[in-house]
Nanobody, 117 residues
Framework: QVHLVESGGGFVQAGASLRLSCAASGKIFSIAGMRWYRQAPGKHRELVAVISSSGRMRYGDSVMGRFTISRDNAKNTVLLQMNSLKPEDTAVYYC???????????WGQGTQVTVSS
């Protein structure tokens, strides 16, 4: 079992920055691919950013150039730095842990990000 706890969400104005954090516990963190997803009301869950176990990063088109994902294996933490926030970034942001070699996939409880115009 992996326990994921997201933090750092909040209410900000357009153009502001936020940094989300996801702390993992329970299993080996360094072997997992970590992802951030988001889901806005009435919309499907959207992949925001991915960082592999080797540190390779990939981003959704809507956040490219504004968001940065990183990981600290010593702290079992993945971060999402969000800059130049837009109202359309408003959503619940979820952390996802996937360790393919273990067949594991876990989700956090989500953290709300609200961006006002």
């Amino acid at each position: 079992q992996v326990h994921l706890v997201e933090s750092g969400g909040g209410f900000v104005q357009a153009g502001a920055s936020l940094r989300l954090s996801c702390a993992a516990s329970g299993k080996i963190f360094s072997i997992a691919g970590m992802r951030w997803y988001r889901q806005a009301p009435g919309k499907h869950r959207e992949l925001v950013a991915v960082i592999s176990s080797s540190g390779r990063m990939r981003y959704g088109d809507s956040v490219m150039g504004r968001f940065t994902i990183s990981r600290d294996n010593a702290k079992n933490t993945v971060l999402l730095q969000m800059n130049s926030l837009k109202p359309e970034d408003t959503a619940v942001y979820y952390c996802n842990y996937e360790a393919v070699v273990l067949g594991d996939n876990y989700w956090g409880q989500g953290t709300q990000v609200t961006v006002s115009s």
